[in-house]
């Protein structure tokens, strides 16, 4: 063999054995795994983000299948706020960058898929973000070192094995989830149906499913159809009825209405495990079998008794595990939850320690309760996941503000009228005041997982004592599949009666001392927070503006200042001054301000009058 061509096969088998070192490894370049990777790249971290397609975002490239997103695009809010902006913007992520906002995108209230993949991909490219595209990680393992460490090993479709301390998928929810039942082989997946009306034209059709992608579908082919069933396991979900984005959106419903008002369309429940397709003639028969073991199709008014021409199925989607090696395979949650790997409450994985997730994988935490499994809720979570690996990686404490106790009140008066994180993520993440210096100051942190507070000092890097924590909550019996949420009572202005609000409110946890694990675990599942000293709701506001003074600021001051203990109003510096030569005790705002020296200013005709007065 020719010396040249031989050296040359010798550096492609070394290129192709090489081993790559990394602190940080992120397996996902779709909306969870840039927002992270900002986080990380912000910081300055020995990072690199593993994507297989060649662009970011290529979920979108496919999903929704017939483009529309269903995440708000709010252009205007009356506000030029950016916090406060951001509760309405369900799709930009978090940056620095003015410009990456989706208002600049699109003005489609519900954008395109096609815009949200060119704004990721741009996200990607203005801010500088270590991505490697045309890479399929496999073959992910754990390794556990002499000092109870792990690190992780992976390989791409090249041979070329990666290094990392920190492992954190964000592969998203992509596969299609196709559950085992006779016949299945005669449907079609949402993942691959036609999206031209016109293949469905005059056709009787049967959906499997009642989440957003069924209905979505039916309302693209309802108007060609002659008939559309649609068969789920349990009732339909309205998202405006239970407060929950990920059930069905007003954006989809159409077909609610073709079925209550009586043409033709219709929604029924059935399990899906115990439906069998069976072909004949070409065209499609739905069996049932019911709990006693006659099929329900004998019966002669038999719901679906006709036969279909097309069955979709639209029964969401799973995580896919596949990269994973079989030793270090990530628990599944359980039930409803199945779809989703099994995390605590710091984002990692229960059986493989030093693995992470971050965005929609980590919604088991608050399934079917808040927004962690949307860009609007995920966004904050990977921001919080950053600042628990920012301490436990590097030392770095969860960032925070040291004020004196007097600011305190427009502190949380600007945070509960602005803040985007606590807003969305709400019942999950909340803002947390810890006294300092004898109660004259205060630290404030931002977003930080409420149900890690027993936790608090392990993940934050903060001392604990006495502390506020800060939680929006729906009112626990507003919402509901059933509830009539728009009966005449569903409101209250009565300041007196701010416990009873069913919108969102915020709501004040004060403990003397951090709730323990124990405490936790007691709490009532339908409770945000174990039993504090004292709590206060403030009453719910139909503008979500909690500035009102008598409504809204009067018993909130109320409520700090028995925290505090100590008067919190605010005083002139003659008010102080009057009070200071007749009482012993000053408010607190006097004692900070006016008399350490930043009140009236000494004059020479002051001065005579009190050596006058011999004082």
């Known amino acids: 063999m020719d010396l040249s061509i031989f050296l040359a096969l010798l550096l492609c088998v070394k290129a192709s054995a090489q081993t790559i070192y990394k602190d940080y490894c992120v397996v996902g370049a779709g909306p969870g795994g840039l927002q992270l990777s900002y986080f990380l790249h912000r910081a300055n ?21 017939h483009g529309k997103l269903i995440s708000i695009n709010k252009r205007h809010t009356g506000k030029t706020n950016k916090e406060f902006n951001f509760r309405h913007d369900w799709n930009s992520l978090i940056s620095d960058d003015e410009t990456l906002a989706m208002r600049h995108y699109s003005k489609d209230f519900f954008p395109q898929k096609s815009t949200y993949v060119r704004y990721l991909n741009d996200f990607q490219k203005k801010l500088g973000l ?4 045309n890479t399929d990680i496999r073959r992910i393992q754990s390794v556990e070192g002499e000092k109870g460490n792990y690190t992780f090993t992976m390989q791409d479709q090249r041979g070329t094995t990666y290094t990392c301390n920190t492992l954190i998928v964000a592969t998203g929810i992509s596969k299609p989830n196709i559950p085992v039942f006779e016949g299945v ?10 999206i031209n009306p016109d293949d469905f034209e005059g056709k009787t059709v049967l959906i499997l499913g009642r989440g957003n992608s069924a209905f979505e579908t039916a309302d693209a082919i309802y108007g060609a159809t002659s008939v559309v069933h649609m068969v789920a396991r349990s009732r339909v979900r309205l998202s405006w009825a239970t407060h929950y984005v990920g059930d069905l959106r007003a954006v989809n419903n159409g077909l609610l209405d073709t079925y209550q008002l009586k043409s033709l369309d219709g929604v029924l429940e059935a399990p899906v495990n115990e439906v ?18 006659i099929e329900e199709n004998e019966i002669d008014n038999f719901a679906v008794r006709e036969p279909y021409d097309v069955v979709i199925r639209c029964l969401g989607f799973v995580y896919d595990d596949s990269i994973f090696s079989n030793e270090s395979l990530p628990a599944k949650g359980y039930g409803r939850k199945g779809k989703y790997p099994f995390i605590t409450h710091d984002y990692q994985s229960k059986n493989i320690p030093g693995l992470y997730f971050a965005g929609t994988m980590t919604h088991s935490l608050d399934h079917r309760k808040s927004a962690g499994g949307f860009i609007h809720g995920f966004r904050y979570t990977a921001q919080a996941l950053h600042r628990i690996l920012e301490w436990k990686n590097h030392g770095i404490p969860w960032p925070a503000v040291t004020r004196p106790v007097t600011e305190m009140l427009n502190t949380i008066l600007k945070r509960i009228n602005e803040a985007s994180g606590t807003y969305q993520m709400f019942q999950m993440l909340g803002d947390v005041i810890l006294f300092k210096n004898d109660g004259l100051e205060f630290e404030y942190l931002e977003e930080y997982p409420i149900n890690l507070l027993p936790h608090f000092e392990n993940v934050t890097g903060r001392g604990v004592g006495r502390m506020i924590v800060i939680v929006l909550e729906y009112g626990a019996n507003f919402s509901g599949p059933g509830n009539d949420i728009f009966r005449l009572d569903r409101a209250t202005g009565e300041p007196a009666e701010g416990h009873k609000s069913n919108f969102l409110h915020p709501v004040f946890y004060y403990y003397e001392t951090v709730p323990t694990v124990e405490d936790m675990k007691r709490k009532p599942k339908w409770v945000t927070l174990p039993m504090p000293v004292r709590i206060h709701h403030i009453v719910e506001d139909f503008l979500t503006n909690w500035d009102a003074p008598f409504s809204h600021i009067l018993p909130l001051r109320r409520f700090l200042e028995y925290c505090v203990g100590g008067d919190l109003r605010n005083f002139f510096a003659e008010s102080c001054f009057k009070l200071a030569l007749t009482h012993q005790t000053l408010p607190l705002t006097c004692r900070e301000h006016y008399m350490n020296g930043h009140g009236l200013v000494g004059t020479e005709q002051i001065v005579d009058r009190l050596n006058v007065a011999n004082l």
């Open 130 to 133: 270590n991505v490697q595209y």
């Open 45 to 65: 971290r020995d990072y690199i983000v593993f994507e297989r397609g060649n662009m970011s975002g290529t979920f979108f490239l496919t999903f929704p299948r």
């Open 185 to 194: 082989e005669h449907s079609v997946g949402y993942e691959d149906v036609s």
């Open 276 to 293: 069998r397709i069976v072909k004949q003639d070409g065209k499609y028969f739905v069996l049932l079998n019911s709990e006693d073991g």
